[in-house]
């Protein structure tokens, strides 16, 4: 019974607290949104970097927010995308032909989740577009290459972002080569942005 009361009023938190969560996820989105699209936080070598205080201090003033919070919002990303980046390289994904669409859509969710820098529905759709393509001309890249595609192309196609996602962030995130994204990208026929 006291279990069942406090899980009640933990859910049940007040409007005043609701709108401080909400506003803590707006100003993480927005700072994100301005790393991915306007800064690059890999090495040449697609090593993960520190980011200077240049330009968190560039991010700050492109997104209106104090320098303490986008220094704090970046390291805890950065942070947590070097763990991601270590489970992806000794984590294989196993799938087959008929549970390929549902991980797919997992695994853009979680992503989604990670970094809010692209439209989750679009990206779904794109999702069963681009295995009708690949199964068109005959080509089966690695899941995370069809990850960052996917990403990639409705980024590309996102008529409400002037600036797009740089490349070298997109494979970063999904943990996938430039050889590999270059080449899934010229086979499919997509051009450069």
């Given at each position: 019974?006291?279990?069942?009361?406090?899980?009640?009023?933990?859910n049940?938190?007040?409007?005043?607290?609701?709108?401080?969560f909400?506003f803590r996820?707006?100003v993480r989105?927005?700072?994100?949104?301005s790393l991915?699209?306007?800064?690059s936080f890999f090495?040449?070598?697609q090593?993960l970097?520190?980011?200077?205080i240049i330009e968190?201090r560039?991010?700050?003033?492109l997104?209106?927010?104090?320098?303490?919070?986008?220094?704090?919002?970046?390291s805890?990303f950065?942070?947590?995308?070097?763990?991601?980046?270590e489970?992806?390289k000794?984590?294989?994904?196993?799938?087959?032909?008929f549970?390929?669409p549902?991980?797919?859509?997992?695994?853009?969710?979680k992503l989604?989740?990670?970094?809010?820098v692209?439209?989750?529905?679009?990206a779904?759709?794109?999702?069963?577009?681009?295995?009708i393509?690949?199964?068109?001309i005959f080509?089966?890249?690695q899941f995370?290459?069809?990850?960052?595609?996917?990403?990639?192309?409705?980024?590309?196609n996102?008529p409400?972002s002037e600036?797009k996602i740089?490349?070298?962030n997109?494979?970063?995130?999904?943990?996938?080569?430039?050889y590999?994204f270059h080449r899934?990208?010229?086979?499919l026929?997509?051009?450069?942005?």
């Open positions: 019974m006291t279990q069942v009361e406090s899980n009640y009023y933990v049940r938190a007040p409007i005043a607290q609701r709108t401080i909400e996820r707006d989105n927005t700072v994100l949104n991915f699209r306007d800064y090495s040449p070598d090593k970097r520190e980011m200077p968190l560039g991010i700050a003033g997104t209106k927010i104090p320098v303490k919070i986008v220094d704090a919002v970046v805890k950065l942070t947590d995308l070097r763990h991601s980046r489970f992806f000794t984590n294989s994904v196993s799938y087959t032909p549970s390929l549902r991980k797919i859509n997992i695994y853009l969710h989604r989740r990670f970094a809010p692209f439209n989750y529905q679009r779904k759709q794109n999702s069963h577009i681009l295995q393509k690949l199964n068109q080509l089966w890249p995370m290459t069809q990850i960052a595609i996917i990403i990639y192309v409705t980024d590309l996102d409400q600036k740089k490349q070298t997109i494979r970063g995130l999904c943990g996938c080569s430039a590999a899934t990208r010229n086979k026929g997509l051009g450069k942005y």
